[in-house]
């Protein structure tokens, strides 16, 4: 779609990082080392509810090698949360621990089995209280309550009223009503979480961590340790990916933050993979209700969406799961009759929170599914159902988002005719089955607190480029994408430019990676610093070039006047005279970006423009269930994605083929199991499985984007809008392939057999 | 690193071993109940391999003892003395990425990077012995290395392109 000309702009860019990855030589926490560092390690409560009457760490604090203990106890300052509204962790459990697994208690030690052996060593005398575990129990009058303080186990409820649903379902002429629902899952990044922390003697506290959010974290440690912000510097190595669940302040941040002011010696904690599923966050579990009515031409006219999740013991990122579950109906199609009650409930289970999609996913599974459904019922193509509700672009929807671009139905009309969907569907192969599904995701989210990007790009007298930015590569791949943006405007290349990111000492304010905003808003921000460098640049060659400075092209490490290429300066002979002996000026250009045109949802009615602008994606899974064994087999996915201007085409393929095997995961695999006191029966690798190359998928990505006025050069999002669309694309091809519908997550062989013989 | 909880007390006196890392051989004194990828990564500070499980199941550790792509996380140090240990370090020689080091940067097959390592060696025991694996031989090889990010796609077709490298 591309129209313009560009350098580095939507070209498959190979990233910047690769090689330090490739050769090892690329730190994360866990692989950091400081002099006299001590190995710390946390203590979980074995019930899943009770009060804490006592912690005896006498004995274990006489162990040979322990240096200290920390407990709940030592945290001065108040209860942390993403929420101001929602404060309600401390990390370490203070009077009370509300699952299997609530670190009670931690130790640092000279060394690991050290460590280990001192925190069976520290005694915690517990009174035992009635615990609950299912949502939709834990919402009941006189259920044991988690939370004192609210009264009530209901931690976020959200909804939506707009037009008038009762009109709109009697104007129907076929309705539905469906329940589906949602499994717990892990983030499953390969790196289990790491921090090392340091209190130096001027009283200041490092914490390299591997986090989404440096200054999230640096915001909520100075809350709960009760030291100002500024004693405090987050700095994030190299994240071996996040997908949500690296978002916020974590247990382990704060006992070795705790450990490292009382033994005034640095501490490292590496979370076992044990840990990491059970104690950080899990995707929300999802019961989700939907009810639909549609116009004989397969226009929706009415919907009612009920969602409870259970969110476990803390509230996270619950009010905000609780907003995006509705969210998500309101963007791919026109809906102008809706309303919404989304709940999540605290219950004694480990703590649900942000995950890729974000509380996206469960919902519009439950939806594309039942729009199959409708499709069925009335005897319509699902693709053609689907094109006679997409939104559109100059769209504004019933609560208020407003759509700048929007090529669903370009992307929906693609991905048919790219996957051979008409040639295909309707079991022309035994037992092959091909599903369509749409989605559409924000750009950034407006958020409650900072919401602003930043970055700095300064020149050197060599021509060297530096950016500082605040956004924190995990993974993902922004520093590369960065990187395209300033060197497109400054005529370099990618690998011209150094990356500083997520340190928040060095680095300038950024809320972090979450909310897929990295590339709109982080990259909105370096367009105008590497703008304002650009300007400062021309002024000084345009005294050379005798052309006025707004004429002047960067282009190919060189600056010319327009027209005029043969007579040019280099790029690093104009930085030299700039900052060397010719002028001695400082070339530094600065940006900070947030759209101008979001608003944060209404707190009565839930109205406003929460984003930017809005992804938009078509997709079409393929396929094969075994009759005998019931076990199905993705075999293709074909992909239309509108994420605007794609910045690397690499990357975006790397979110695209990721997502897609999330998604797979999601659909077929991956299922957090519950023991009856709430524990996880399968924190491992083991026994949570997790897609391998062998369950590898042929992803066919197709952009059908075109540049959005808002995104850096037009570009939107794509690290989290793809994988919503997967799994019930997925679920709508084994309908295609073999009649049985399921509602149920994941799909599970007996459900295949059972739908099989019924048909 | 649970893995390495047994015997934690039992064995505190160090032994002194001979271990080949990476063309070099070194004298070192370790706990007995050590794993090698704990020796590597605390005595060595060689951090390329990774412990993303400590249970043998996300090939994260991996690293080449004879030529054999080896969990680390479940190897003892011990057991390993005087076997040619190679590790993703070893494999940039001179200034010089390893071809698939540089067909993973180029190809994509790089996001987070935990897995890398890893991948890597696996990749390298199966282009040793196999000239030209299918598609498949290579998912076969490398299923043990899990990842998160990538959805191997980029990486199957990383290994194909170094296999057409010179070295």
Same mark, same amino acid.
């Given at each position: 779609?591309?129209?313009?000309?560009?350098?580095?702009?939507?070209?498959?860019?190979?990233?910047?990082?690769?090689?330090?990855?490739?050769?090892?030589?690329?730190?994360?926490?866990?692989?950091?080392?400081?002099?006299?560092?001590?190995?710390?390690?946390?203590?979980?409560?074995?019930?899943?509810?009770?009060?804490?009457?006592?912690?005896?760490?006498?004995?274990?604090?006489?162990?040979?090698?322990?240096?200290?203990?920390?407990?709940?106890?030592?945290?001065?300052?108040?209860?942390?949360?993403?929420?101001?509204?929602?404060?309600?962790?401390?990390?370490?459990?203070?009077?009370?621990?509300?699952?299997?697994?609530?670190?009670?208690?931690?130790?640092?030690?000279?060394?690991?089995?050290?460590?280990?052996?001192?925190?069976?060593?520290?005694?915690?005398?517990?009174?035992?209280?009635?615990?609950?575990?299912?949502?939709?129990?834990?919402?009941?009058?006189?259920?044991?309550?988690?939370?004192?303080?609210?009264?009530?186990?209901?931690?976020?409820?959200?909804?939506?009223?707009? !037009?008038?649903?009762?009109?709109?379902?009697?104007?129907?002429?076929?309705?539905?009503?469906?329940?589906?629902?949602?499994?717990?899952?892990?983030?499953?990044?390969?790196?289990?979480?790491?921090?090392?922390?340091?209190?130096?003697?001027?009283?200041?506290?490092?914490?390299?961590?591997?986090?989404?959010?440096?200054?999230?974290?640096?915001?909520?440690?100075?809350?709960?340790?009760?030291?100002?912000?500024?004693?405090?510097?987050?700095?994030?190595?190299?994240?071996?990916?996040?997908?949500?669940?690296?978002?916020?302040?974590?247990?382990?941040?704060?006992?070795?933050?705790?450990?490292?002011?009382?033994?005034?010696?640095?501490?490292?904690?590496?979370?076992?993979?044990?840990?990491?599923?059970?104690?950080?966050?899990?995707?929300?579990?999802?019961?989700?209700?939907?009810?639909?009515?549609?116009?004989?031409?397969?226009?929706?006219?009415?919907?009612?969406?009920?969602?409870?999740?259970?969110?476990?013991?803390?509230?996270?990122?619950?009010?905000?799961?609780?907003?995006?579950?509705?969210?998500?109906?309101?963007?791919?199609?026109?809906?102008?009759?809706?309303?919404?009650?989304?709940?999540?409930?605290?219950?004694?289970?480990?703590?649900?929170?942000?995950?890729?999609?974000?509380?996206?996913?469960?919902?519009?599974?439950?939806?594309?599914?039942?729009?199959?459904?409708?499709?069925?019922?009335?005897?319509?193509?699902?693709?053609?159902?689907?094109?006679?509700?997409?939104?559109?672009?100059?769209?504004?929807?019933?609560?208020?988002?407003?759509?700048?671009?929007?090529?669903?139905?370009?992307?929906?009309?693609?991905?048919?005719?790219?996957?051979?969907?008409?040639?295909?569907?309707?079991?022309?192969?035994?037992?092959?089955?091909?599903?369509?599904?749409? !989605?559409?995701?924000?750009?950034?989210?407006?958020?409650?607190?900072?919401?602003?990007?930043?970055?700095?790009?300064?020149?050197?007298?060599?021509?060297?480029?530096?950016?500082?930015?605040?956004?924190?590569?995990?993974?993902?791949?922004?520093?590369?994408?960065?990187?395209?943006?300033?060197?497109?405007?400054?005529?370099?290349?990618?690998?011209?430019?150094?990356?500083?990111?997520?340190?928040?000492?060095?680095?300038?304010?950024?809320?972090?990676?979450?909310?897929?905003?990295?590339?709109?808003?982080?990259?909105?921000?370096?367009?105008?610093?590497?703008?304002?460098?650009?300007?400062?640049?021309?002024?000084?060659?345009?005294?050379?070039?005798?052309?006025?400075?707004?004429?002047?092209?960067?282009?190919?490490?060189?600056?010319?006047?327009?027209?005029?290429?043969?007579?040019?300066?280099?790029?690093?002979?104009?930085?030299?005279?700039?900052?060397?002996?010719?002028?001695?000026?400082?070339?530094?250009?600065?940006?900070?970006?947030?759209?101008?045109?979001?608003?944060?949802?209404?707190?009565?009615?839930?109205?406003?423009?929460?984003?930017?602008?809005?992804?938009?994606?078509?997709?079409?899974?393929?396929?094969?269930?075994?009759?005998?064994?019931?076990?199905?087999?993705?075999?293709?996915?074909?992909?239309?994605?509108?994420?605007?201007?794609?910045?690397?085409?690499?990357?975006?393929?790397?979110?695209?083929?990721?997502?897609?095997?999330?998604?797979?995961?999601?659909?077929?695999?991956?299922?957090?199991?519950?023991?009856?006191?709430?524990?996880?029966?399968?924190?491992?690798?083991?026994?949570?499985?997790?897609?391998?190359?062998?369950?590898?998928?042929?992803?066919?990505?197709?952009?059908?984007?075109?540049?959005?006025?808002?995104?850096?050069?037009?570009?939107?999002?794509?690290?989290?809008?793809?994988?919503?669309?997967?799994?019930?694309?997925?679920?709508?091809?084994?309908?295609?392939?073999?009649?049985?519908?399921?509602?149920?997550?994941?799909?599970?062989?007996?459900?295949?057999?059972?739908?099989?013989?019924?048909? | 690193?649970?893995?390495?909880?047994?015997?934690?007390?039992?064995?505190?006196?160090?032994?002194?071993?001979?271990?080949?890392?990476?063309?070099?051989?070194?004298?070192?004194?370790?706990?007995?109940?050590?794993?090698?990828?704990?020796?590597?990564?605390?005595?060595?500070?060689?951090?390329?391999?990774?412990?993303?499980?400590?249970?043998?199941?996300?090939?994260?550790?991996?690293?080449?003892?004879?030529?054999?792509?080896?969990?680390?996380?479940?190897?003892?140090?011990?057991?390993?003395?005087?076997?040619?240990?190679?590790?993703?370090?070893?494999?940039?020689?001179?200034?010089?990425?390893?071809?698939?080091?540089?067909?993973?940067?180029?190809?994509?097959?790089?996001?987070?990077?935990?897995?890398?390592?890893?991948?890597?060696?696996?990749?390298?025991?199966?282009?040793?012995?196999?000239?030209?694996?299918?598609?498949?031989?290579?998912?076969?090889?490398?299923?043990?290395?899990?990842?998160?990010?990538?959805?191997?796609?980029?990486?199957?077709?990383?290994?194909?392109?170094?296999?057409?490298?010179?070295?």
């Amino acid at each position: 779609m591309t129209q313009l000309e560009y350098l580095n702009i939507g070209k498959p860019q190979p990233r910047i990082d690769g090689m330090a990855k490739a050769t090892g030589e690329a730190k994360y926490a866990g692989d950091l080392k400081l002099p006299r560092m001590r190995i710390g390690t946390l203590l979980g409560c074995p019930h899943p509810h009770a009060r804490i009457l006592n912690i005896d760490v006498s004995k274990a604090l006489t162990l040979p090698g322990v240096k200290a203990v920390a407990t709940g106890m030592d945290i001065r300052g108040q209860k942390y949360g993403p929420f101001r509204s929602r404060r309600d962790e401390t990390g370490l459990a203070l009077h009370k621990a509300r699952y299997i697994g609530d670190p009670v208690a931690a130790v640092a030690a000279t060394d690991e089995d050290a460590a280990l052996e001192a925190v069976e060593q520290i005694w915690v005398e517990y009174e035992e209280l009635p615990a609950v575990f299912d949502a939709e129990e834990a919402m009941r009058e006189g259920a044991p309550l988690i939370h004192e303080e609210y009264r009530t186990n209901i931690c976020a409820h959200r909804g939506f009223n707009f !037009g008038d649903i009762e009109e709109g379902f009697k104007a129907s002429f076929h309705v539905r009503e469906d329940r589906f629902s949602s499994q717990g899952l892990s983030h499953g990044a390969l790196e289990p979480r790491a921090a090392l922390a340091r209190f130096d003697a001027s009283g200041k506290l490092t914490l390299w961590t591997g986090t989404q959010s440096p200054y999230n974290v640096r915001q909520d440690l100075s809350l709960v340790l009760g030291l100002s912000a500024s004693r405090i510097r987050i700095v994030k190595p190299f994240v071996g990916g996040g997908f949500g669940g690296k978002g916020g302040l974590s247990a382990h941040e704060i006992a070795a933050s705790l450990l490292a002011v009382k033994t005034r010696q640095p501490v490292r904690i590496h979370l076992t993979r044990e840990e990491e599923i059970s104690i950080t966050r899990l995707r929300h579990p999802m019961s989700i209700y939907v009810k639909t009515g549609v116009k004989k031409d397969g226009t929706i006219a009415a919907q009612y969406v009920k969602c409870i999740a259970n969110g476990g013991a803390y509230a996270s990122t619950s009010l905000m799961v609780a907003y995006n579950s509705g969210l998500t109906f309101l963007i791919p199609y026109r809906i102008s009759n809706f309303s919404y009650d989304g709940y999540v409930i605290y219950t004694n289970r480990p703590v649900s929170g942000p995950m890729r999609g974000h509380g996206a996913n469960q919902p519009r599974f439950a939806v594309e599914c039942q729009l199959d459904m409708i499709a069925a019922d009335m005897g319509l193509d699902p693709s053609e159902l689907r094109l006679r509700n997409a939104t559109q672009k100059g769209d504004t929807s019933v609560n208020g988002l407003v759509f700048n671009s929007c090529e669903l139905s370009r992307a929906i009309q693609t991905a048919t005719r790219v996957s051979g969907w008409n040639q295909k569907r309707g079991r022309k192969e035994a037992n092959r089955g091909i599903g369509m599904a749409c !989605g559409g995701f924000v750009c950034g989210a407006r958020a409650g607190s900072h919401t602003a990007s930043s970055s700095f790009i300064q020149v050197d007298e060599a021509g060297g480029v530096v950016l500082s930015s605040g956004s924190s590569d995990i993974g993902q791949g922004s520093d590369t994408t960065l990187a395209q943006i300033a060197a497109e405007e400054l005529g370099l290349s990618p690998s011209d430019v150094s990356v500083i990111s997520g340190d928040t000492e060095t680095t300038p304010i950024d809320p972090g990676t979450f909310s897929s905003r990295v590339t709109f808003y982080a990259g909105n921000a370096t367009l105008q610093a590497a703008l304002e460098v650009k300007k400062l640049l021309a002024e000084i060659a345009a005294m050379y070039l005798e052309a006025p400075a707004e004429d002047l092209e960067f282009k190919d490490h060189k600056v010319f006047a327009r027209g005029v290429p043969e007579k040019a300066i280099p790029f690093s002979k104009l930085a030299q005279m700039a900052v060397g002996f010719g002028h001695g000026r400082s070339i530094i250009g600065k940006g900070q970006w947030a759209p101008q045109n979001t608003q944060f949802p209404d707190k009565n009615t839930q109205y406003g423009n929460v984003s930017g602008a809005y992804s938009f994606s078509a997709q079409v899974a393929e396929v094969e269930v075994d009759t005998q064994t019931g076990e199905v087999k993705l075999i293709k996915v074909t992909i239309a994605d509108d994420c605007g201007q794609v910045i690397n085409l690499l990357g975006a393929e790397g979110q695209a083929e990721g997502s897609v095997s999330m998604g797979q995961g999601h659909a077929l695999l991956e299922n957090i199991l519950f023991g009856d006191r709430g524990q996880i029966m399968n924190p491992s690798f083991l026994e949570y499985k997790i897609p391998t190359a062998l369950d590898m998928v042929d992803v066919s990505f197709h952009e059908v984007g075109s540049p959005d006025p808002c995104g850096p050069f037009g570009a939107k999002e794509i690290g989290e809008g793809l994988i919503i669309s997967t799994v019930p694309a997925i679920i709508n091809a084994i309908y295609d392939a073999v009649g049985v519908r399921i509602k149920e997550l994941p799909v599970r062989r007996e459900k295949i057999l059972e739908g099989l013989s019924k048909s | 690193m649970r893995a390495s909880r047994l015997g934690q007390r039992l064995f505190m006196s160090g032994r002194r071993i001979w271990l080949h890392v990476n063309d070099e051989e070194y004298e070192v004194e370790i706990e007995p109940h050590k794993t090698l990828l704990e020796v590597l990564r605390e005595e060595f500070d060689l951090t390329g391999a990774k412990e993303g499980c400590g249970l043998g199941s996300c090939g994260a550790c991996t690293v080449l003892v004879e030529g054999e792509p080896i969990l680390s996380c479940l190897t003892l140090a011990v057991d390993v003395q005087n076997k040619p240990i190679v590790t993703i370090e070893g494999l940039f020689k001179e200034g010089h990425p390893h071809p698939l080091q540089r067909s993973f940067v180029e190809e994509g097959a790089i996001q987070c990077g935990y897995c890398t390592p890893g991948m890597i060696l696996s990749a390298k025991a199966l282009l040793d012995e196999r000239e030209n694996p299918s598609p498949n031989e290579i998912q076969e090889a490398l299923s043990g290395n899990l990842c998160r990010c990538t959805g191997y796609n980029k990486i199957v077709k990383a290994v194909q392109s170094a296999m057409r490298r010179p070295s």
